[in-house]
């Protein structure tokens, strides 16, 4: 039986990261690095002692939390509707302004997401425990069950490379932090079990911002099937959130410690409260500020790389692009020069002319995320002929699931090991095959489903 004991007091201070180093944590953690075990658990006493400090609406007692949760899903239900009707008497987006401000979102909030369900990875090693059937269940249905059509890493990722989005270079510090508690979370899950159950209890309760998030994305032409999964996945009726409570139950106490164990579930609910959310990403982008920050990313590379037989206002590209923090003013230039006429559909401009399409002089040097900003940006107000947008998925191998990546070496390797092992002992081997940086390899995927067939084995 596992014995839950009082968090004791962190020794670092809790602003230990607020320095940049969110980034190379994630890392860290994701490629399960030296001292990563270490570096987690220091980190994890740090975002709680913030997370203490937060607001928290969960009720006072466990027992209540089933009513909780229907009133949070009729609320969310209210509001959705209010929103659907806005919109059907002509009210705007509330979200994405247009298209390139839905991929700067996708974009922003793919550290997180590329680790969904990460927080969970600890629970594998109860795998004889009942209790924790819930929390098991819902780490595998995160993973897709070994399916890649339904594990969620390879949806999101399959999301991005559709649109060319998965480019990390102008992302925030700030915006891997949530993806650096999860796979914290996962990695020190014996220690902090309560947190882990708490988070777990927040992460799954259904946001107003996904329904809406889903129905925008859809009207701009982008496939929302990663939204639209954890709306139903996640519900409070038979899903993820009815598993979270259903754990939260079945682990916690019966008598002694059981009021310091609810407490760390509402330290580690409020853990999902730091950091840059959903709603604050797209709250955070700026089209003119994003143009300029990708173009002055491009400068770098692009000083030395143009000819010198055109000039701008007296200046050669090179010359425009040598210093930084002129990038704003040769844009104004290129609008003076006609090369640029904003407001207007964007193929009007010699500079779109340039960059899109496969014969542009300029083909390949800007990703499809960065050839939306700079079309957006042009079009500015004015308005493509209204149309529907087809939503394009990029499509999964019609293969059955263990047939994927059948020629891995990887996989191949895998196999071979688990030869001659018993049930048990190839659970000992498959585990680490579902950690967050491996299970949506092929390899991962079949560790997935026969992690599956054994515990069914052995049960």
């Known amino acids: 039986m596992t014995t839950f004991t009082p968090l004791g007091s962190p020794s670092a201070p809790a602003n230990a990261d607020a320095d940049g180093r969110y980034r190379e944590l994630y890392d860290l953690l994701y490629s399960n690095g030296p001292q990563a075990r270490a570096r987690a658990e220091q980190f994890l006493r740090e975002q709680l002692t913030v997370a203490a400090e937060l607001p928290c609406d969960l009720p006072e007692a466990p027992e209540l939390l089933s009513s909780w949760t229907q009133q949070h899903c009729a609320a969310v239900a209210r509001d959705y509707a209010h929103y659907l009707e806005e919109r059907k008497q ?89 993806g650096a508690i999860q796979l914290a979370l996962g990695q020190c899950s014996e ?127 090179n010359q425009w692009l040598a210093t930084p923090g002129h990038i704003e003013n040769f844009l104004g230039a290129l609008q003076r020069k006609c090369w640029i006429k904003r407001h207007c559909p964007p193929g009007e401009s010699r500079f779109w002319q340039l960059i899109e399409g496969d014969q542009a002089a300029m083909f390949g040097v800007f990703s499809g995320f960065e050839k939306q900003l700079l079309h957006d940006w042009i079009a500015g107000d004015w308005q493509a002929p209204q149309r529907r947008p087809a939503i394009r998925r990029a499509p999964f191998d019609d293969a059955r699931a263990d047939e994927i990546g059948a020629d891995d070496s990887e996989l191949k390797a895998l196999q071979e090991s688990l030869e001659d092992q018993s049930p048990r002992q190839q659970l000992r081997m498959l585990i680490p095959w579902l950690s967050a940086q491996r299970h949506c390899r092929p390899a991962g995927l079949f560790a997935t489903r026969r992690f599956i067939e054994c515990v069914a084995h052995l049960r």
């Not at 595998?140 to 399916?147: F, I, M, P, S, T």
Request: hydrophobic share 35%; glycine share 10%.
């Open 90 to 178: 002509g009210g705007p987006r509330r979200y994405f302004s247009n298209k390139a401000h839905a991929l700067f979102f996708l974009q922003r909030v793919a550290p997180t997401k590329e680790v969904d369900g990460a927080w969970l990875a600890g629970v594998l090693e109860h795998w004889q425990d009942l209790r924790y059937n819930g929390l098991l269940n819902t780490y595998l249905e995160e993973l897709g069950r070994g399916d890649p059509r339904h594990n969620h890493v390879v949806i999101y990722r399959k999301l991005l490379a559709e649109h060319d989005c998965g480019d990390r270079q102008g992302l925030l510090d700030e915006h891997f932090r949530q």
């Open 191 to 317: 220690m902090f079990m309560p947190e882990v159950i708490g988070y777990n209890l927040g992460y799954e309760q259904l946001p107003l911002h996904l329904l809406i998030s889903a129905y925008e994305l859809r009207e701009l032409g982008i496939d929302p099937y990663y939204f639209t999964l954890h709306v139903t996945i996640d519900n409070v009726s038979s899903g993820h959130g009815r598993k979270a409570i259903e754990a939260l139950l079945e682990l916690i106490p019966m008598e002694q410690g059981r009021d310091e164990f609810y407490r760390r579930v509402a330290i580690g609910y409020r853990l999902n409260d730091l950091g840059s959310g959903s709603t604050a990403v797209i709250a955070g982008f700026d089209l003119q500020q994003e143009v300029v920050a990708m173009l002055e990313r491009k400068r770098r590379f692009g000083q030395h790389m143009h000819s010198d037989y055109c000039q701008v206002e007296g200046k050669t590209v």
